[in-house]
């Protein structure tokens, strides 16, 4: 078994910047891929990053550019730097862990989830 917890969430106004963090814990070493999704009500939760444990990565169109996601492999720890924030990136983020690339990837674990609003 793996858990997830993030951390980082909150409230930030539009062009400021917020860091998730994403720490995994138990048997990480079953797990290649981290990666963050969103979900605002009434949608499916949609990928924004994957980080793979060789460093590939993988991000959504919607936030290329803009957000960085990183890893610290002795922290079991994934980041998603955001920056800069727009009012339609507010919506929970999830990590989730699991086998394959990011591209291949099935989530075999999921974090609780941490809220992030953008104020215009």
């Known amino acids: 078994q793996v858990q997830l917890v993030e951390s980082g969430g909150g409230l930030v106004q539009a062009g400021g910047s917020l860091r998730l963090s994403c720490r995994a814990s138990?048997?990480?070493?079953?797990?290649?891929?981290i990666a963050w999704y969103h979900q605002t009500p009434g949608k499916q939760r949609e990928l924004v990053a994957g980080?793979?444990?060789?460093?590939?990565?993988r991000y959504a169109d919607s936030v290329k550019g803009r957000f960085t996601i990183s890893r610290d492999i002795a922290k079991n720890t994934v980041y998603l730097q955001m920056s800069p924030l727009k009012t339609e990136d507010t919506a929970v983020y999830y990590c989730?862990?699991?086998?394959?690339?990011?591209?291949?990837?099935?989530?075999?674990?999921w974090g609780q989830g941490a809220q992030v609003t953008v104020s215009s």
């Open positions: 138990g048997s990480t070493f079953s797990i290649n891929t």
């Open positions: 980080i793979s444990r060789g460093g590939t990565t």
């Open positions: 989730a862990a699991g086998r394959g690339d990011p591209w291949h990837f099935r989530e075999d674990y």
